[in-house]
């Protein structure tokens, strides 16, 4: 949900009150086709790729999302968007690991941590963090390439079609958004930046 009053993104201080709108957090490149959406666009569940089909099956509609910056030498931090829902549309709940309980500061992402994800492909998986810090050149197909900065890149545990998917700790703590991999690894953007760049709020606790 939105930030709330008292809630600040640095230093990060979480917001208190009743959330006032409720969102689907996902990809810029799932939810607003690579900065090719507009705002209001239907997002669909299944996807249309999967069958989906609009209005039968749109959950919510475009809200926000943070352009990526396909210009050569230029750095992003997160390709992120969410689209606002309504109350009865969305769970809190991830299908396989329950709620999440809080979210880590980049700071205290560490080499080494048991990470876990549930996606659309690969379903429930876990991995270990082997990278932090890290800048990887992405390609989104038709001759585009992002550079990010600023990464996590963990040990295989993805495949197309996970993009989108939370990036947890064993014990539900939010570290990284999925949305790039190789048959090798799995690439995320470190959830603070997710969070301040969207300014929303993802979990009670900062950890």
Same mark, same amino acid.
């Given at each position: ?7 600040? $993104? ?29 705002? %209001? ?8 790729? *999967?069958?989906?089909? *609009? ?5 919510? $509609? ?22 606002? %829902? ?39 998986? $876990? ?31 993805? &495949? ?24 090798? &690894?799995?690439? &995320? ?19």
């Amino acid at each position: 949900y939105d930030l709330l009053p008292g809630g600040s $993104t640095n230093p990060p201080v979480h917001g208190v009150g009743i959330p006032p709108k409720y969102y689907v957090l996902s990809n810029n490149h799932v939810l607003a086709n690579s900065n090719n959406a507009n705002l %209001g666009d239907a997002i669909l569940q299944p996807g249309p790729y *999967d069958g989906g089909t *609009d209005p039968a099956d749109r959950i919510a $509609t475009l809200s926000r999302f943070i352009p990526i910056n396909f210009a050569a030498g230029a750095g992003n931090l997160v390709d992120a968007a969410i689209a606002e %829902g309504e109350f009865h549309d969305l769970d809190r709940e991830i299908y396989w690991n329950g709620c999440v309980r809080g979210w880590r500061r980049k700071q205290n992402v560490s080499v080494g941590t048991l990470v876990k994800k549930t996606g659309r492909t690969t379903n429930f998986t $876990t991995g270990r963090i082997t990278t932090i810090n890290a800048t990887i050149n992405v390609s989104y197909g038709g001759g585009k390439v992002a550079r990010l900065t600023d990464q996590i890149v963990t040990t295989n545990m993805s &495949a197309g079609g996970d993009s989108g998917s939370l990036v947890m700790t064993l014990d539900n703590v939010a570290v990284g958004l999925l949305f790039a991999g190789s048959s090798t &690894a799995m690439i &995320a953007n470190q959830i603070e930046n997710v969070r301040s760049l969207l300014r929303v709020e993802v979990a009670e606790l900062i950890l």
